[in-house]
């Protein structure tokens, strides 16, 4: 695909600066790209790449003031991002071929598929599964019993989605996610051998979730684990048992959330996160990486770090003086000294 | 399903109070439970359910004292847990309809399956492989070469069990768990590359094991990998080459224990724990979720936390002043100024 | 495999103590080997099995002084693990028996398959992927479009490639790891909601690379996440669009590396690590296991604990105080007593 800089101008509804007859055919990120590549500053750290790239087009915030000449044609727009995230969509390549079913899947005759659906080869459709328009199945996916999904859904190869559980519609699942497997609950016995609690509801993924690589979201003891609309899973995150997250709710890679804790709306739940059971965490609340939940967040948009995590502020301030602990130490061993000297005991 | 009070309290030895014609069909969460469900009162954070909830019967302690009038029919058991896990068990609807053996399937003829025992679609089973009685081996399953299974296991889909290695009776290994991968050992080389060490040796998991979704079990160097009996495993947990888990530990999501080190019985591991190799963590370890620990466990039944862990009395204490950190500071300075005010040399 | 110790002696290019007619057919693990097997003496922390070991030959440092007298036949050799992945290879069972195409693969017509190269059941390989010579694909693989493999790569059950991806040659990738899912990039809107960025990047793995079971490298947003050759990775770990791992670098279990940070040479990043995104790890760095990086490391060779990760030996050292904190806040308390004694005013 090759385009013009006033072409994309035009699209972007931004305004240029510099050659509109500037043809690029590829988008770079600005630290690698060539002549005949379109680039974007969005992130303040790189702009001294502003002034040093090849890219013949430049895509900047409307409010940018370069303290240099630059070289590519400037367009400006009111959000580099959502401009970025519209043009990346123009030269996506990984669109598929039309909606093929393929002879190899392994399809229940009362399972349900709708029209412009597309289904990989070694799929397994189980009996009483429906699926929705106008979705691409990979290959080597599982889809159990009854289960439901909605329309516009992708779901990458090897994803697991166990019997009875429901996916709504613009749903993206990615390669081997498993969803609604057994939640890890055990009755302790008297012989300190544990009794498995059977585990009989489901996962309720609602509208426009995306769940990343390996994820695992387990069903719940019963009635439903639930993920809200608009909700975005990392790879490799834990979600378990009856655990509800709310609407919009972003958590980064390696989190993982107790059984039956409810996280609100509009969160970001930072990496490798660990959130405690049975908790209620506010909406739009906001943990740093590597952050440890050991009670829940009652104060909505609270910031939180550590482990046990604090607020964010109170931890860094603590944290600050625990990196100086050996020279306050040695602080308190001279005030003991010198209180000696005056004669006082200690 | 339908049940009446008096029924469940028959079948679970319980003592009935109210209506025992009340019916239910569905069992379902205190806080959630609607006309017709069976609701249960385990944990006391959801007591004040108890007086609000819509559901029908709700199984209690024997010891429950209600401080206000409660409407479902209380069934009184000596343990709910396991009065629960019994119940849940009548209403499970995964059970599969019944030994087929997939002609979907990649068996090899030297294989062999015992009777009872289902095979779905797209697994495959390799030479040499024994697999005993009344197992679900879900579709999309790879089996490698003389693999031994027990009997009454369920193998979900798209797990990996790699060449040698063996599984006991009655064990459940969730969707996209890989057992026997190559152990993470390297030689350095003088050139600070690396030397990949082959790992000659297996994973041997016991009776009664469950293993969550997408946990790695790495094959030892040489000799076994080894899950004892009754071992309870989580989601995304890594067990490193040569480990031992020792009978009835149960292991939280994400946790990590690396390459040779030994853990004891009846331990209980926290989510997103992490163990160093080659140390012993003794009989009835508990370890609080995200602690690390550097060395072993040589006391039973510690408690430990923090990372490094130390006792979880002790980092808690320690933790408490962590926080306090700026005032402590501050009374610091103070002393200082009010020692320098007394003539004092700090 | 029976092989006599003078026959290893001679192999290893090591000297010989004892009976060179010992017969060995296994190697096992210094503290469980038996009459009959060959053991080996790395790790100092195992010595006192030397003294008590049933094994037949004993592979120790030309440089070991045993301070007792040895059963087992000794071999002296100039390094014990290279010594002994040598051997490992010779007893290696997991070979495979030849190239077979498998007639239940799913391959493209326009793919192309090297020579020598076997392909699995049920691997499904799409258009325009190219595979070299002896490599082998097991069962379940999923290769998406224009992936291009290299020679000499072993690619485990139900990994998954997706489009456009490359791999050098000598790759090892195990089971169920996720090679370029899309990166986790969304732009915020005026609703709360989030708007995915596309993914047009790739991943780049180069020559003699490891890849973990479960371990997920996301694709970059554009250009490429690139692993530089000899990155030997491990299980669970996740690796972030339009990251940059470099030349021999090691990365423990769970850790996981955030969105455009660059990881230098001969790095060891311990287990369960984290590392924020848009930064970079200097050559050398070592990062002890659960550490947090949310700076880049800027100093080479530099070792880093704690979260935030400051230098190992400053962690160490305040978290030798931190452990002391209820005592050093007593001592406080008493120098206030002590001040006020002698009049003083805090």
Chains 1, 2, 3 share one sequence.
């Not at 991002?81 to 990984?94: G, I, Q, T, V, W």
């Not at 613009?170 to 498995?196: E, R, T, Y």
């Not at 709310?246 to 609100?264: F, L, P, V």
Request: net charge negative; aromatic share 6%; glycine share 10%.
């Amino acid at each position: 695909m090759k385009v013009t800089a006033a072409q994309l101008a035009h699209l972007l509804d931004g305004s240029l600066e510099g050659d509109p007859e500037a043809v690029v055919s590829r988008p770079a990120r600005i630290e690698e790209a060539r002549s005949g590549d379109l680039a974007f500053l969005d992130n303040p750290k790189y702009e001294s790449y502003a002034y040093t790239t090849n890219a013949s087009v430049l895509l900047v915030h409307e409010s940018f003031q370069p303290e240099r000449p630059i070289a590519p044609t400037l367009i400006r727009v009111a959000d580099v991002r959502n401009s970025l995230a519209l043009l990346l969509e123009k030269f996506d390549n990984s669109l598929s071929n039309g909606s093929v079913i393929s002879e190899q899947a392994s399809i229940h005759e009362r399972a349900r598929i709708g029209i412009g659906t597309s289904i990989g080869a070694f799929v397994v459709i189980e009996e009483g599964a429906i699926i929705g328009d106008n979705c691409i199945i990979y290959p080597q996916v599982f889809i159990g019993r009854n289960v439901r999904i909605g329309s516009n859904c992708k779901i990458y190869p090897g994803v697991r989605l166990h019997h009875d559980c429901e996916v709504g519609d613009n749903c993206i699942l990615h390669a081997n996610a498993v969803i609604g497997g057994d939640g890890f609950g055990f009755a302790p016995q008297a012989d300190q051998s544990w009794k498995k609690m059977p585990h009989v509801g489901n996962v309720v993924i609602e509208n426009d979730v995306e769940v990343g690589s390996c994820t695992c979201i387990d069903r719940a003891a019963m009635g439903s684990t639930l993920i809200r609309s608009g909700v975005k899973l990392d790879n490799l995150i834990h979600i378990a048992h009856n655990v509800e997250v709310g609407n919009n709710t972003a958590i980064a890679a390696q989190a993982g959330i107790a059984g039956s804790t409810r996280i609100g709306e509009n969160c970001l739940i930072g990496g490798q996160t660990g959130i405690v059971g049975h908790v209620n965490i506010a909406n739009g609340t906001k943990t740093q990486a590597q952050s440890g939940l050991s009670t829940g967040v009652e104060e909505p948009n609270t910031a939180v770090f550590g482990s046990p995590a604090i607020e964010y502020k109170n931890y860094i301030r603590s944290y600050v003086i625990f990196k100086q602990l050996p020279e306050l130490q040695k602080r308190v061993r001279e005030l003991e000294k010198a209180l000696m000297a005056l004669g006082g005991k200690v």
